[in-house]
């Protein structure tokens, strides 16, 4: 097994040197290169020596601090869920050019390593193509340019597949982050990508610039730069109590995972390099890569899902520039490209709010907020409900949406902003059946708003009663709002422990639930989150250093709690139950995140957070002006900061495994921890 600090065998090119140099000559960065070998081949001039059926060969170049990187191990890899194979090697010639000629593999994701001969702190890599197991199409690059910027989008990208021994891991997370990768740098020139120079991005957001300035990072280790500056750089890029990185791609790696890490003397160091730009102006408070993504009609979006495939479902409130309801439910590709047709219409859909659920045979569930009605759509984004949606079960501004293990499906009846002071319901259908509907009343339910499922099948359903409601009318919440959660068992009857009450519940909105079967309440108010134990009791209440006015939260597969602001546009996280993928000296409910929570030009006002199988972050910008209440744009994706977790949602959080052909198989049992 390859490993990052091992030197790769060397293998002698098929190709004599002077035909090597001459053809590769005539290849220009940012050419745009057919996949076939018989196109790679008439663009280099170099001889068709392949054999029928073989795999097309790799060409490309190396180079660091702008310059070719010559006789450098060059080595072509395989990763999947299995482990990483090498493919072949080489060694670059004078012009930093090299040819490979792999061997028959297939991979979930395929990616080139290069080092200079006798130097291992320089460690370089690009992606060369995706599999075909996850929600993208299929794709392999017959010629690569393999440099600083190539490895700060790779390493980003898939930070959560990258050990000492390569990149690997289960599907689709895998492939889905492998392309992530072509959004941040074009692994044929080694230039940005084109989603982060885009009219969404671009210049609107640091991220280029932070790319350019982690790539500068990478760049002081070059052959013959400033020794003393990349032993600097490997030093300021070990984690707390971690050992040095190296080399530059585990520091890179370091930074992705530890977003914190040295950000005011790692950006004071990477001034003295200047080979990619534009950089940053100043010290960033973390070291994270956010991209927007406005496809059409995703305008307001209230509530996320992420389905199997990880193509991200969303929620309508408006029509864009108006308060006009949406009728339209829209779903991205994992790179964010609008897919299964949308934005999609009919079902019902008046105004989806905040909820939306994937059920085990991968429909959709949305509410019609404006029309007291669910929408329901199949996997390939048909409306399965009538026009006028399904009103089974007397459905009342329906908000959070949830399926539990039996795949009977749990809807909050909210009973909207204005009058029905101490109202509410939650309907459920038995397995997805709305004619047999189920509605539950009492327990303390009042103006319920969320609803998620334990692993015991129960639900649990958030209580934002109507004087907080009231408090967000004014757009000014002020004083106590209150609030309680209801806890409702597998026979659709409240638990005897409700509602569950406490001083900290305020105003509680989305809530989420751990692998513990702990539940996890944000509290508008408050700027708080309350953790409640699986028996109902109040197990810690966790205040959040700067007021974001938290809207809703999510756990990742390492029950880090993800916080999203509506008042302020950032993304926090607490430590979880499992303070062992905490940095050390943590507890339950440490902040992990700045005191100002993440933050980005893209990042507005939030309503949801959701994760996905490649630990990317994805957050739905309802409102991008508080005053006059305006919606906001499109859906805002970290790059692979969180733990994967299993999509769709389970009602226990877990980690995809790559030990198993599937992934993430669904829970259909209680389960306890």
């Known amino acids: 097994m390859f490993s990052l600090n091992s030197r790769p065998r060397r293998a002698t090119p098929r190709t004599s040197r002077r035909a090597y140099r001459a053809g590769l000559s005539r290849y220009r960065p940012g050419t745009a290169l057919a996949a076939s070998a018989t196109m790679a081949l008439a663009l280099t001039g170099l001889p068709a020596t ?22 450098a191990d060059v080595t072509l890899f395989a990763g999947d869920r299995q482990g990483v194979r090498e493919l072949g090697h080489t060694t670059t010639d004078d012009r930093g050019v090299f040819r490979i000629q792999p061997g028959r593999s297939t991979g979930s994701v395929l990616y080139v390593d290069a080092t200079p001969a006798g130097d291992r702190s320089l460690h370089l890599r690009s992606v060369a193509g995706v599999g075909s197991g996850g929600g993208v199409p299929q794709r392999a690059e017959s010629a690569v340019t393999v ?10 990208a898939l930070a959560q597949f990258t050990d000492s021994h390569g990149i690997s891991g289960p599907s689709p997370g895998l492939e889905n982050a492998a392309a992530t990768s072509y959004n941040l740098a074009d692994p044929v020139s080694g230039r940005p ?11 609107k957001n640091d991220t ?24 600097d750089m490997l030093r300021l890029a070990a984690p707390q109590r971690g050992g040095t990185p190296a080399d530059t791609t585990q520091a890179v790696l370091n930074l992705a995972r530890n977003p914190e890490l040295a950000t005011g003397s790692l950006y004071a160091l990477a001034g003295q390099a200047h080979t990619y730009g534009p950089a940053l102006a100043s010290a960033p408070t973390a070291w994270v890569l956010a991209l927007h993504y406005t496809a059409p009609e995703v305008y307001a979006p209230g509530r996320i899902a992420v389905d199997a495939r990880g193509n991200v479902w969303a929620t309508n409130n408006w029509l864009p520039g108006t308060r006009d309801p949406s009728p339209y439910v829209t779903v991205q590709d994992p790179v964010g490209n609008p897919t299964l047709n949308s934005p999609i219409s009919g079902g019902g859909m008046k105004a989806g709010a905040w909820g939306i659920a994937i059920d085990h045979q991968g429909s959709v569930w949305a509410p019609s907020y404006g029309g007291d009605a669910m929408a329901k759509y199949s996997a390939a984004g048909k409306p399965l409900s009538p ?18 293990q039996k795949g009977n499906v749990w809807i909050a009846n909210f009973y909207g902003l204005k009058g029905n002071r101490g109202k509410g319901s939650v309907t459920v259908y038995p397995h997805g059946d709305p004619s047999k509907a189920i509605t539950v009343t009492g327990g303390g339910l009042d103006h319920p708003f969320a609803v998620q499922i334990d692993g015991h099948g129960r639900a649990w359903v ?26 409702i068992g597998a026979d659709f009857r ?35 989150i309350t ?41 926090s996280v607490l430590c979880g139950v499992n303070t062992g993928a905490c940095p050390p000296g943590s507890s339950t409910g440490s902040v992990l995140s700045p005191p100002d929570g993440y933050r980005s030009k893209s990042v507005q006002h939030l309503t949801a957070v959701q994760l996905d199988q490649s630990g990317n972050v994805w957050l739905a910008n309802n409102w991008s002006r508080l005053v006059p209440p305006t919606g906001g744009t499109g859906l805002v994706e970290l790059i692979g900061v969180a733990t994967p977790v299993c999509t769709p949602l389970q009602p226990l959080p877990a980690r995809p495994a790559a030990a198993d052909a599937t992934a993430c198989p669904t829970q259909t049992g209680t389960q306890s921890r």
């Open 494 to 528: 409240p638990t005897a422990f409700s509602p569950v009450k406490d001083a900290s519940l305020d105003w509680p909105l989305a809530l989420a639930v751990d692998s513990r079967n702990n539940v996890w309440v944000p509290n508008f108010v408050s700027n708080s």
């Open 147 to 156: 440099n600083e910027f190539t490895t700060v989008a790779t390493t980003y």
């Open 462 to 487: 958030s209580n934002a009663r109507f004087n907080g409601a009231e408090l967000m009318d004014t757009r000014a919440p002020r004083g106590h709002a209150g609030g309680s959660v209801t806890v």
């Open 208 to 231: 280029r610039a932070t790319l350019n300035t982690l790539a500068n990072l990478v760049s002081l280790c070059a052959p013959g730069a400033d020794t003393g500056l990349c032993r």
């Open 193 to 203: 990508g084109k989603v982060v120079t885009d009219r969404n991005n671009g210049d």
């Open 531 to 571: 953790e409640i134990g699986p028996d109902g009791t109040v197990t810690g209440v966790y205040e959040l250093p700067t007021a974001i006015a938290p809207w809703s939260v999510a756990v990742d597969g390492s029950d880090r709690v993800w916080v999203a602001g509506f008042g302020a546009p950032s993304v």
């Open 50 to 71: 392949t054999a029928p059926g073989a795999p097309a060969p790799l060409y490309g170049t190396v180079t660091s601090a702008g310059n070719p990187l010559p006789r």
């Open 387 to 404: 026009g006028t949606g399904f009103k089974d079960g007397g459905l009342n501004h329906p908000q959070g949406t949830a399926v539990d």
